[in-house]
């Protein structure tokens, strides 16, 4: 169930189509946008040209393009969540420790926004980047965060962004997530077990505030061959564990 505005205004719905169409297309001309949203070109040409003059498109040849402007809006957001500058240095030191990908997501409308990711000598590409939105129930990042919100808060996550499949192995039913949560909350961290991505694990914690409050979570991914034995089950868990405490006594005293 989307949430909807109660008086929504049609032209920032319809500028909003227009930026996103560019993201997805990579860029795209007026008349392959035309075609893709199904606006008159002249239409376009309005709306391209006000975001345009605003630094928010750029233009290359008769190819138009979302602008580095919004990089501007997503940093200045980004500085919003306390979480970020107190976790930033322990998620890059989980990476030159273990070698591997660590990350911090928080969430927000019901959706994981990746605020950091450091990459270790060993991490793979996963092709998420900062700023990628995912769904909470299929990595072990959100399901660490949906481990400790209120039960209300979670139905509404589920009610307004559902629970689709990632890959065969993501959990796809309120009654599975239940539980998983239940083992989440048991263990004090969460496992994705190629719920996102195939042939890959991901170990996750949150991070709470002094009152137990979710305030993001961080985690380390690998590929399955190397997240297995004690290294998956005991080394890893503690690693993050430990840094995660770090983060979580600097946010109480800061």
């Known amino acids: 169930m989307s949430k909807q505005a109660k008086n929504p205004v049609g ?11 560019l993201l997805d297309l990579g860029g795209a001309g007026v008349t392959e946008l035309s075609v893709y949203l199904d606006i008159p070109k002249s239409t376009l040409h309005n709306y391209l040209s006000t975001l345009r003059q605003e630094d928010f498109v750029r233009k290359e040849g008769s190819t138009y393009r979302v602008g580095i402007r919004f990089l501007e809006l997503g ?5 919003q969540y306390p979480v970020y500058e ?9 990476a ?26 060993e991490a793979v ?34 009610d307004r962004r559902g629970l689709p499949a990632q890959t065969a192995q993501t959990i796809t039913t309120q ?14 961290y969460a496992i994705d077990d190629e719920e996102h991505h195939e042939g890959l694990r991901c170990i996750a914690a949150p991070v709470l505030s002094n009152d ?26 503690q690693i993050l564990l430990e840094r995660v405490n770090v983060v979580e006594l600097n946010i109480t005293y800061s």
């Open 125 to 158: 590409n996963v092709g998420a980047h900062i700023g990628t939105c995912v769904n909470l129930h299929s990595t072990a990042l959100g399901k660490s965060i949906l481990a400790y919100l209120p039960d209300a808060r979670v139905d509404t996550i589920i």
């Open 212 to 237: 137990d409050r979710v305030l993001g979570a961080m985690s380390i991914a690998a590929p399955t061959n190397r997240m297995r034995g004690d290294r998956f089950n005991e080394e890893l868990p």
């Open 11 to 21: 032209s920032i719905e319809t500028m909003f189509e227009v930026i996103y169409a």
């Open 75 to 79: 940093a200045a957001a980004r500085k």
């Open 96 to 121: 030159e420790e273990t070698g591997e990908l660590a990350n911090l997501l928080i969430e927000e409308h019901g959706m994981g926004t990746y605020l950091h990711r450091s990459r270790g000598t």
């Open 175 to 188: 009654s599975e997530l239940e539980q998983e949560l239940n083992r989440i909350r048991e263990r004090g």
């Open 86 to 94: 107190i976790a930033r240095p322990e998620v890059n030191k989980i």
